[in-house]
């Protein structure tokens, strides 16, 4: 995999390859030359068994739906597919998945060294080949390319989708900014910085799919029917329950939320063996849900109940809701985001957390009043989690960003009851409809606080940290003077640096 720094190997200037050249023979002086555009082959197999009757596309935009205008191809016997990818699009092969839908109805041709019959669909899913962010050549369009897709490249790229979601969070009040967007062909073509993440993502996951069932990289890409790899026939049939039931209640997810047609909905079903050793259950099967509706985000994981009931629950990890909403003065950009947090422990108690946030930006400073719960309640069921009340909140915090010069600036400051300013600002909670509060007193007590990165901090806290982020460096500090320099290498690895004065630095766990 490459991993150094992306670099576009296509050029436009290559422009369209002319047919007819020469003129004809009776020497018309007039004899028009027909340009004919050009086009990389793209060939391989769509594999479960071989899969006859899918349909194979490029995602350029991210959205995991087959558009009109994404190349697109229906696979044949022995699930060959041949995609042409006008030169336009060609770029995207770069950055773009390449995904098969498979209808009920098409034909899977099983295995007969595996003992597998061949059979006919009869719930649709998709496979998926995650992006190479390997350069397109002028070669690869003479000689074309070769992907298979299986259900073991798409475990990949399901892990790799399990990193697009902070794309989504970092939205902060703009609900346009999505997750789909960090996906489409064109964002990643001009965000080195993301494809770089994601590199290191891919990179991640087959190295943990290596270890968990024991494949190397190269079987994990292969056609491993014609190679008559039954290690890798297996995995991938193993892979392919979790597929088939995370599609179907994607499907299910869909049409419950077909109200918000830019909703983001993810379904991932898949084993987890840190899962099963903390939870104490052997080779147990896992359901993440996770589902941005702009403004409003719901986030489930749960145990599924056995291979044979993967549409059954049989308790939820972890289940978090928050919902962001315009709120107060608009002149200064008002919002209000309440978040609703649910864990549960090994002994079976759930953790209930609650947490509401309330912000503004003025003059290119981000100010924000936070409350929150103590984690450390518990509750002997899920249901029986109090996230209603917000009247007596455990803990309190300021957070301020700003930016100067090519730097950003952020600055966290935690109180708790010991604190004398754990009671400032004391009818600042339960912000769900409490519209009348005056902004401007906020912004003046937060702007007291030594916020700014050279400020020293001389206020009781119960513990602060600030950051510093210029470029490719993140710096952070807390109260008990822990400094940590992170930076991005040219090959998209991070070096981890730490201080006890800023200035003096040694590679972390030295």
């Known amino acids: 995999m490459i991993r150094s720094k992306v670099t576009l190997a ?11 050249c020469g003129g004809s023979s009776s020497g018309d002086d007039n004899q028009s030359v027909t340009p004919t555009a050009k086009v990389l082959t793209v060939t391989g197999k769509a594999i479960d068994g071989y899969i006859v009757g899918g349909t194979v596309f490029l995602d350029i935009n991210g959205n995991g739906k087959a558009e009109p205008n994404e190349p697109q191809k229906d696979t044949e016997e022995g699930g060959d597919y041949t995609l042409d990818v006008p030169e336009e699009d060609a770029e995207c092969l770069t950055y773009s998945a390449i995904i098969v839908d498979v209808p009920a109805g098409a034909w899977d041709e099983g295995s007969e060294d595996e003992g597998v019959e061949a059979h006919e669909v009869t719930e649709p899913y998709q496979i998926v080949l995650q992006p190479t962010f390997e350069p397109i050549t002028e070669e690869d369009f003479t000689n074309g390319l070769v992907r298979n897709i299986s259900p073991l490249t798409t475990v990949v790229w399901e892990a790799i989708e399990r990193s697009y979601p902070p794309f989504a969070q970092n939205k902060g009040n703009n609900p346009n900014d999505s997750a789909s967007n960090a996906k489409h062909c064109h964002y990643l073509k001009n965000h080195d910085q993301a494809v770089q993440e994601l590199q290191q993502e891919i990179e991640d996951a087959v190295n943990g799919l290596v270890q968990f069932y024991n494949l190397s990289a190269d079987q994990m890409y292969a ?23 995370a599609y179907k209640r994607k499907t299910d997810l869909r049409e419950q939320y077909s109200d918000y047609p830019n909703a983001e909905i993810r379904v991932f079903v898949h084993r987890n063996p840190e899962l099963d050793e903390y939870f104490q259950v052997d080779n147990g099967w896992y359901r993440d849900e996770i589902v941005f509706l702009g403004t409003e985000d719901f986030i489930e994981f749960s145990k599924l109940q056995d291979t044979n009931k993967l549409d059954k629950i049989d308790f939820i990890t972890s289940k978090f809701h928050e919902l962001g909403q315009e709120w107060n003065d608009q002149d200064k950009n008002g919002w209000l985001s309440v978040r609703k947090d649910a864990y549960r422990d090994s002994d079976g108690k759930y953790r209930c957390a609650k947490n509401e946030r309330v912000s503004f930006d003025v003059d290119g400073i981000h100010y924000e009043l936070g409350n929150g719960s103590d984690s450390d309640v518990l509750a002997d069921s899920f249901e029986n989690c109090n996230f209603d009340d917000f009247s007596n909140p455990y803990e309190r915090n300021y957070n301020l960003r700003y ?9 966290e400051f935690y109180f708790r ?18 519209n009348e509060l005056d902004a401007q007193q906020m912004l003046d007590i937060l702007v007291l606080t030594p916020y700014k990165w050279e400020d020293e901090v001389n206020i009781d806290t119960a513990y602060w940290r600030k950051r510093k982020e210029e470029g490719d460096v993140q710096i952070d500090v807390d109260n008990e003077n822990n400094w940590q320099r992170a930076t991005k290498q040219a090959d998209g690895t991070i070096l981890y640096e730490c201080s006890t004065d800023g200035e003096n630095w040694r590679e972390c766990g030295e």
């Open 403 to 411: 930016k100067d010069s090519e730097s950003i600036y952020s600055a």
């Open 417 to 434: 009851a010991e604190q004398s300013r754990f009671t400032e600002l004391s009818e600042w909670k339960e912000f769900e409809g409490k």
């Open 223 to 245: 056609d491993f029917i014609a190679d008559k790899d039954s290690e890798a026939f297996h995995a991938a049939q193993d892979i392919m329950k979790g597929l088939k039931a």
């Open 10 to 20: 296509i050029s436009l200037a290559f422009g369209l390859v002319l047919s007819g």
